[in-house]
């Protein structure tokens, strides 16, 4: 097999080979198939594991092709104050971040990859706010476990806006795949995973009014857990 693509990531190299790309628009497995053989063989090339026909894991991320979504855990960071960021890893900025996690960019960036996301491509974001963001839209979503009860709720949920003095409106994201500088992928170097202030360093970004003023965004605490809560964070590709 010869790589399609080369990512270079902190000073490591990892390689998506093109069996992966082929993999990503084929079927889920089937049990007892001859593509369980030809997934086993590809696994023995990346840090992946094979949970179920359509689910895989990788690191702390697994992620569903038949079911478009990628999810990891993570933790509630800040219950009150301003914020530049919903999520960012426990190296990056969590003096600005709603919740942090120990999953890696990458390992994020790479499922989304497999599940058929589409990042900016060209790194260039618009300089006119009033343009869409380039990438692929997703919906983002929180699960945890209260008094023995499940709860869920979109992560927007959770952000107010002191300008317009209303919760953030729910729907999509962006997810646009960060930038590659001098060999290195920006979203692993720095922990930045998704923004609310508009960041092209990090992987997923709001695209709705006031991405651009970071005075305007705040955490609302009202059915958020408690800190240092755990909580599952869910991308969806839509």
Not at 85 to 108: C, M, N
Request: neutral net charge; charged residues 20%; glycine residues 8%.
């Amino acid at each position: 097999m010869k790589p399609l693509a080369t990512f270079f990531l902190s000073g490591t190299c990892w390689i998506l080979w093109a069996s992966a790309i082929a993999w990503a628009s084929a079927p889920a497995l089937e049990p007892g198939s001859g593509r369980t053989t030809e997934m086993a063989a590809f696994t023995t090339n990346l840090p992946l594991k094979l949970i179920s026909p359509s689910c895989f894991e990788l690191g702390k991320v697994r992620f569903d092709k038949k079911e478009r979504w990628v999810r990891f855990p993570a933790l509630v960071n800040q219950r009150t104050g301003a914020i530049e960021y919903v999520l960012v890893t426990s190296f990056g900025k969590t003096h600005e971040s709603l919740l942090r996690t120990d999953a890696q960019p990458y390992h994020i960036h790479l499922a989304l990859l497999l599940l058929g996301a589409q990042g900016a491509g060209t790194n260039s974001f618009p300089n006119d706010s009033a343009m869409p963001l380039p990438g692929s839209a997703v919906t983002i979503q929180l699960n945890w476990k209260l008094d023995g009860k499940d709860e869920h709720a979109c992560v927007e949920d959770f952000v107010y806006n002191i300008q317009t003095k209303a919760v953030m409106t729910k729907g999509e994201w962006i997810y646009n795949g960060s930038r590659i500088v001098d060999g290195t992928f920006l979203a692993q170097q720095d922990g930045s995973i998704l923004s609310v202030m508009v960041d092209p360093e990090a992987l997923i970004n709001n695209p709705r009014p006031g991405r651009e003023n970071d005075k305007i965004w705040q955490v609302l605490p009202e059915r958020l857990p408690g800190l240092n809560w755990p909580v599952e964070v869910v991308i969806r590709l839509k």
